[in-house]
């Protein structure tokens, strides 16, 4: 059974059909053709093309496929072209003469545009879920260790001490950023219901476009017919936010790869995400890791994918568009494998708090600290700058701690500057950390006081 074909005298040559056929990928959106077809059937009663019977008769068959089908999807059949095909294929099994009403005043151009849809704002709820599990133990993990205090690094070079529950939340932050785009990209993919385009130049049926679309959960219905069945920036919109999260997530997975090696020995990844060497006995590789950095990978190709799909497409619909639903479909499926296995590593990994310290005894990190002292003592910052440099300078050539030069060794190297040695013996990576506690800083009680608003806003935005 094809949905086309009468004004054709020849058959399709066979390599055409083998390449035109999508029901291999496109079965996936069987529950959504369902569920748009049952919309289509009673605009098609109100309309006055369906009996009372036969749109009772059609409606209960596509509510019970949409049942059948809401798990998982059918099994892949060579012989049936497309989603669109198999469906009004079961339909006609059921009610073969209303059946055939069926595609009245309906296109595949705009089924395939409210299925990608449909199937799309199905999948928002388990990202949802997933993003925020994951951002609850970001969360968890970054009050946990507040008071463990890391080297913070510019251009990977030692900069400042920062507490690893501060680290923690600048991920949790981007993440935050990501939920948002995820949801705005939602929004505007519920903003327009397709159906009731036709093919490019909408319908003649009085099927009541607006009350389709309620009864589908959308909010409006597209106003341009053309547009309608072209339209895939909803796709690319959410293709977009989940590459931006690929490409966020491909960071923390990096920080955290170099933060659990031997060299650097802050962290412990759980024996459940990591893997061995079929040759070196002693290694615990950071797998799980390093998938979620390579996961990355996909989601951007597919971005690029659809991007270079639309570039330069003429109105309105094209077969080129047959293409987009792979490429949507493992973006998504790719980003809830990443977001469930990344929580879990966050949950299982944990901190030694030993090899933390030993990381911050480095005192050049605190010369910004020591920069501060001199500024509170009356140096312009400036000259404060210019002397610590020299200090440090010193400090490391000599290999001796700046706390423990004497003043006069210190007016030796930066003459003419006020010094409060006291002030200077003081400081400590701890005392670094703990002054910063204005909003967004790195100060103990201010990651704490930030994970528990995120926590708060995640689970806020999610009902959980």
């Not at 004004?7 to 496109?26: C, G, H, K, N, V």
């Not at 509510?63 to 095909?85: K, M, N, R, S, W």
Request: net charge negative.
């Amino acid at each position: 059974m094809k949905l086309w074909g009468g004004r054709f005298r020849e058959p399709i040559a066979p390599e055409f059909e083998r390449l035109s056929a999508s029901f291999a990928f496109d079965r996936r959106l069987a529950w959504a053709e369902a569920v748009g077809t049952r919309a289509h059937v009673q605009g098609l009663a109100r309309a006055g093309v369906l009996s009372a019977e036969e749109a009772a008769a059609l409606a209960s068959a596509c509510e019970q496929l949409a049942a059948e089908f809401a798990g998982a999807p059918p099994a892949c059949q060579d012989d049936i072209e497309d989603v669109h095909t198999y469906i009004a294929q079961r339909l006609a099994a059921v009610a073969p003469e209303a059946a055939a009403k069926l595609q009245t005043g309906r296109s595949r151009n705009e089924q395939v545009a409210l299925d990608l849809r449909l199937w799309l704002r199905s999948q928002r709820a388990p990202l949802v879920h997933a993003l925020a599990s994951l951002l609850a133990a970001l969360a968890g993990f970054a009050g946990e260790h507040a008071d463990i205090v890391i080297p913070g690094y510019t251009h990977l070079q030692r900069a400042q001490p920062v507490s690893l529950g501060h680290h923690t939340l600048a991920y949790a932050e981007m993440l935050l950023r990501d939920h948002g785009r995820l949801a705005d990209a939602f929004t505007r993919l519920d903003a327009a219901c397709p159906l009731g385009s036709g093919a490019l130049a909408g319908t003649p049926y009085a099927c009541e476009r607006e009350a389709q679309a309620r009864e589908l959960g959308f909010a409006g219905v597209s106003q341009n017919s053309l547009d309608a069945v072209a339209d895939r920036d909803f796709a690319v919109e959410i293709v977009f936010a989940l590459a931006l999260l690929g490409v966020h997530l491909s960071r923390w997975a990096e920080d955290w790869i170099l933060y659990s090696s031997a060299e650097f020995g802050w962290l412990r990844l759980g024996d459940a995400y990591s893997t061995g060497s079929s040759l070196m006995p002693q290694k615990k590789n950071p797998d799980a890791l390093e998938l979620i950095r390579g996961k990355s990978a996909r989601s951007l190709a597919h971005l690029q994918q659809l991007l270079v799909l639309l570039k330069s497409l003429p109105l309105a619909y094209n077969r080129d568009l047959q293409e987009d639903k792979e490429p949507v479909f493992d973006a998504v499926e790719t980003s809830l494998a990443v977001l469930t296995m990344a929580a879990g590593v966050v949950k299982t990994t944990t901190v030694n708090p030993i090899a933390a310290k030993s990381a911050v005894q480095d005192p050049a990190l605190l010369a910004t600290d020591l920069a501060d002292v001199l500024v509170a003592a009356g140096t312009p910052f400036h000259r404060a700058h210019q002397a610590v440099g020299r200090i440090i300078a010193a400090a490391q050539e000599q290999e001796r701690d700046f706390r423990d030069f004497s003043e006069a060794e210190l007016a030796a190297i930066a003459p003419g500057i006020r010094f409060d040695v006291a002030a200077i013996h003081a400081l400590t990576p701890q005392a670094s950390v703990a002054r910063r506690s204005f909003t967004g800083g790195t100060a103990p009680a201010q990651v704490r006081h930030q994970a528990a608003r995120v926590a708060q806003k995640i689970f806020g935005d999610t009902g959980e």
